[in-house]
């Protein structure tokens, strides 16, 4: 099936790349094709055959192709370039570094009010030294960054058209990666960027961010909306401590514990991005070996405040569910439909159902069931089991009337498959429970089809291992039985416990 991100592309083969028009009105500005002419298509190989692999690719090469626009558009109207400020990124990066070799500004000699007249009468020579060491560094920035800049393409081609011995020739230059940590260094040094040489909390944001992106295995889209999130959280919270130069040592826990209480009043909010900023610090202590910084927001999580204020979610009532189960069925969006199926009558989650690729649907099988699993475009979450689970009649009867895409590897909802999709399932769910079946209360929610399965079993006094296996709730039995089968569970050994389930018909005690 072709990828739904623009200017992506895949060729016969297999492989990826991008390609992307460059307007007619900025073509002269963009650098030429390697026969000198002028370039109509951005072509670049991503030189992969993986989805998942391409759209990472796909992103620095989307930047690559922005920034060499946006130079094209300042030349059209006549603008100078502007030089592209790096990124706090590399600016952190850079900084420590500059550091490490002794050359930021911070770093000069100083004299203090207490000097001898020995440490005055050599200040001179200190200073002199001081010059001479990050005259030297910057020199050598300066190399790198002419051989990494200069655009020795176009010169040679200067040259052969004689432009390079008009009068007035500048040198040309590629545009700048504000991801540049070499180009960013050589502007603290050189005193144009101002930072401080302790450890602030911008530092230690950027390597949190790092860190985690490498450590974690996402799906580019969940990491993108999972960075711009984090992102905004550490940013707020270093605002509210004054600002980009918060030192690290100087975060005080009386005031970080009085900032997550006013502005995260529900413990559940404030435990959740509380052990967000705890993992900054604790990664920075983790990576900078010798620099450990004390944790103010160590031990701040309330969780049993935190279960006080929880409104927990209940399961449906059987007369909540027949109705559920009428309207679904009767939704025009066949993929809603389904998705709002399998969560019923498989206990998943959204995400779980809207994530599954053709080859985990199994209808033809003797037993016909849905594999639950990591894929190429869904990523199962920690606290889930991948497992096998046989499908009943209702839905499986929906399935066979659904026009399946035809790649194994296809996902199989093609307009809810991501986390966009994810979250539109949601709300059209959550349309018919509050407002088609007019439920207000907060207990109640698409989701409370995973609690009546869970009510349904213990009511039919199902082993809670397994129950908690077809859901894929992790747990001590759970895990058991999945090290023993694994994704290859034969479907027939919980097709018993899936009937008996849904021979249930009274299953709770509800409070009205």
Known sequence: ?????????????GFFEYRRRVPPTLQKH??????????????????????????????????????????????LHGEVPKTQPSNQSAISSAKQMAVKYGVHPDQAPTLGVDATNEQIQNFPQKIKEWKLKVREHKGLLLDLIEDEYIDEEQRA?????????????QTPYKPEDPNDPILAQYRIVSGETKVTAHATWSDATEL???????????????EAKWETKTRGLLKRFENAMGGDNTRLEDLDRETVKDWLWETYPKAGTRNRYNNTLSAVVNCWNREKKGQSIFNPFSGLSNKKREKDEREE?????????????????????????????????TGCRTSEAAGLQVRDLRIDSNMPHVVYRTNSIRRMEKSDLERAVPLLSPVLDAFRSYKLPTASDAPLFPTHYHKKGHEN???????????????????????????????????????LARAEYIMGHISDGSSKIHKEYGTKTPPEILFDD??????????????S
């Open 157 to 169: 081609k200067d040259y052969q058209s004689g432009r390079w011995g008009d009068y007035g020739y």
């Open 425 to 463: 399932a949601s709300a059209a769910l959550r349309n018919i429970v509050n407002n088609v079946m007019g439920i207000s209360a907060r207990a109640v929610v698409p989701y409370s089809a995973r609690h009546t399965i869970r009510d349904r079993s213990a009511a039919a006094r199902i082993d």
């Open 313 to 345: 979610r209940r399961s449906f009532k059987p007369e909540e569910l027949s109705e559920y189960l009428n309207n679904i069925i009767n939704i025009k969006d066949e993929e809603v439909k389904l998705i709002g199926l399998l969560m019923i009558y």
């Open 498 to 511: 899936m009937s008996a389930i849904f021979a249930v018909s009274d299953w709770g005690f509800y409070e």
């Open 30 to 75: 963009f650098p030429r094709s390697s026969k000198g002419k002028l370039l109509t298509e951005w072509k670049k190989a991503l030189d992969t055959k993986i989805e998942s692999v391409a759209q990472r690719r796909w992103v620095a090469e989307n930047e690559r192709f922005e920034a060499t626009k946006r130079k094209a558009e300042e030349l």
């Open 1 to 13: 099936m072709a990828p739904k991100i623009s200017y992506l592309f895949q060729s016969k083969t």
């Open 208 to 222: 949190y961010i790092k860190t985690n992106k490498q450590e974690t295995i996402r799906l580019p889209d969940v």
